[in-house]
């Protein structure tokens, strides 16, 4: 992620460059105090664990992780999301987010990346703090705490796809952005800086999905591996260890960027044969 920095972020003022360079660890040192205070609690949720707004979490700390990248040297875009762009986060943040809404020691780590007062890809959850949650007296009976795993599971694997769908049309738009881009004249440096800065945005949100995803996979084998010894049950084995699998395999395309081998984004419709019902799937027959 750290490649193509230099061509994306602006160039600081020669005057005073070295008066802002003696300043730089003062200002990281005041955006992280900062943020620390900010991120007290995790962003809060709603029904269905959806994001509530807030003022904190939606104005102040995207405030401070502006600076805190500017800092380190990461593209920041100042341009307005485009519908899909604000969709693409709203869908990326449930498969960010720690599995579990009330971690508030990963929901933090993801909160301080998702606002980048620390790199995106940086907010990885703990995967060993789901096993602890399952292992809390929240849950009375054994078989709940498996098919837990599995609804979880099952859950994120649904939310790939809609995500995808949404990634591949903002990485047309960006394709096409760039192109105007190349092709026409720009009259200010912040217009190049700002549609640079908001594709690599885009495409860092895009793989960190794909990284948190593999993470929640980690997290639910963890538990698995942890309840087979603690309690075992092995009605519910092959129910957690499907879902797990169905989830890996949305799990690849989202790592892909969510690109298939055919460069569309979806597999081929699969035809089913004569044998079975639905024909009218199959390739028209051959005409001599």
């Known amino acids: 992620m750290g490649t193509g920095k230099a061509a994306y972020s602006g160039s600081a003022p020669v005057k005073g ?4 360079i003696r300043q730089a660890p003062a200002l990281a040192a005041m955006v992280l105090v900062a943020a620390t205070a900010l991120s007290a609690c995790t962003r809060p949720t709603g029904d269905f664990g959806r994001a509530k707004p807030s003022v904190i ?24 999301y485009t519908n899909d762009e604000k969709l693409l986060r709203n869908r990326g943040w449930t498969l960010i987010r720690p599995p579990w809404t009330k971690d508030w020691i990963g929901g933090t780590m993801v909160e301080l990346s998702r606002t980048r007062v620390l790199p995106e890809t940086e907010g990885r959850v703990p995967p060993d703090l ?22 979880d599971a099952s859950g994120d694997a649904e939310l790939v796809m809609p995500f995808c769908e949404v990634a591949i049309r903002v990485r047309a738009a960006d394709d096409e952005r760039l192109r105007v ?18 594709v690599w945005e ?18 639910y084998r963890k538990a ?5 010894i603690e309690t075992p049950s092995r009605d519910r084995l092959w129910k957690v260890n499907n879902a797990i699998r169905e989830l890996e395999g949305q799990v690849r395309l989202a790592e892909a960027s969510c690109e298939t081998p055919n460069g ?22 051959v005409v001599k």
């Open 17 to 20: 460059r070295g008066q802002w």
């Open 57 to 80: 979490h939606d104005d102040l700390m995207p405030a401070v992780g502006n600076e805190a990248a500017r800092l380190r040297g990461d593209p920041v875009s100042k341009f307005n």
């Open 130 to 151: 789901y096993f602890l949650y399952l292992r809390s007296d929240r849950f009375k009976s054994s078989d709940a705490r498996y098919d837990k795993i599995a609804a």
């Open 181 to 198: 881009l190349k092709n026409k004249p720009i009259t200010t440096e912040e217009t190049y800086e700002g549609a640079k800065a908001r």
């Open 202 to 219: 885009n495409r860092v949100m895009i793989k960190w999905v794909g990284q948190a995803l593999r993470y929640r996979i980690i997290a």
């Open 224 to 228: 698995l591996d942890g309840l087979e």
């Open 264 to 285: 569309s984004g979806y597999d081929e419709p699969v035809r089913r044969s004569r044998i079975y019902k639905g024909w009218g799937l199959e390739r028209a027959p």
